[in-house]
């Protein structure tokens, strides 16, 4: 059975850079047709994606967000990162991490709140 | 603002038919395959839909969904109170790079 867990800080202060990590057990991320990404949700509020990664490093970004994330993938420890810079109070968020196969996420995790204050 | 617009609520009694809309554009529902999520109060998302009308093993067949040029629509039959979640449309947008879209989401009260 597929499974995702996020893991990182759970406060970041603002203008720093948001770091979270995903690892990918009961299967092999470098499984080929799927994608892994991130979507974020602030409290009360929708889903945002962020982005994802192919196992190859090829990725995909919200066109909002481009300019402050990056996602990175590691196989060799069957994990992915995302990395957001510049953050505010309007990142705070739970981000999921999720596989994708095209435009379906089949797969997330249980997701992780991660707060922006000083 | 959300790319794929939802209305923000809607509700039922048990036993009774309920439709949620989506609406887009050519760049994402009218170009691409729609995907439905069930966020169930503090859980993440669970893929209800996908490629419009197609259910996941274990989705009930109350659970239906359907797409017509840039709108689309979630459809629940016989309404049961644990159907009381959060709901939301999402499919790719092929506009700049491609990207996801998602909408606001519809708040499902089961009166």
């Known amino acids: 059975q597929l499974q995702l867990q996020e893991s990182g800080p759970g406060l970041v202060k603002p203008s720093e850079t948001l770091s979270l990590t995903c690892t990918v057990s009961?299967?092999?991320?470098?499984?080929?047709?799927?994608?892994w990404g991130w979507i974020r949700q602030p409290p009360g509020k929708g889903l945002e994606w962020i982005g994802s990664i192919y196992y190859s490093g090829s990725t995909y970004y919200n066109p909002s967000l481009k300019s402050r994330v990056t996602i990175s993938v590691d196989t060799s420890k069957n994990q992915f990162s995302l990395k957001l810079s510049s953050v505010t109070a309007a990142d705070t968020a739970v981000y999921y991490c999720?596989?994708?196969?095209?435009?379906?996420?089949?797969?997330w995790g249980q997701g992780t709140l991660v707060t922006v204050s000083s | 603002q959300s790319v794929l617009t939802q209305p923000p609520s809607a509700s039922g009694t048990p036993g009774q038919r309920v439709t949620i809309s989506c609406s887009g554009s050519?760049?994402?529902?009218?170009?691409?395959?729609v995907n439905w999520y069930q966020q169930l109060p503090g859980t993440a998302p669970k893929l209800l839909i996908y490629s419009n009308n197609q259910r996941p093993s274990g989705v009930p067949d109350r659970f239906s969904g359907s797409k017509s040029g840039t709108s689309a629509s979630l459809a629940i039959s016989g309404l049961q109170s644990e159907d009381e979640a959060d709901y939301y449309c999402a499919a790719w947008d092929d506009s700049l790079n491609g990207y996801a879209v998602f909408g606001g989401g519809t708040q499902l009260t089961v009166l």
């Open positions: 009961g299967g092999s991320i470098s499984s080929s047709s799927y994608y």
């Open positions: 050519s760049s994402n529902i009218g170009s691409n395959t």
């Open positions: 999720a596989r994708r196969h095209r435009s379906v996420m089949g797969y």
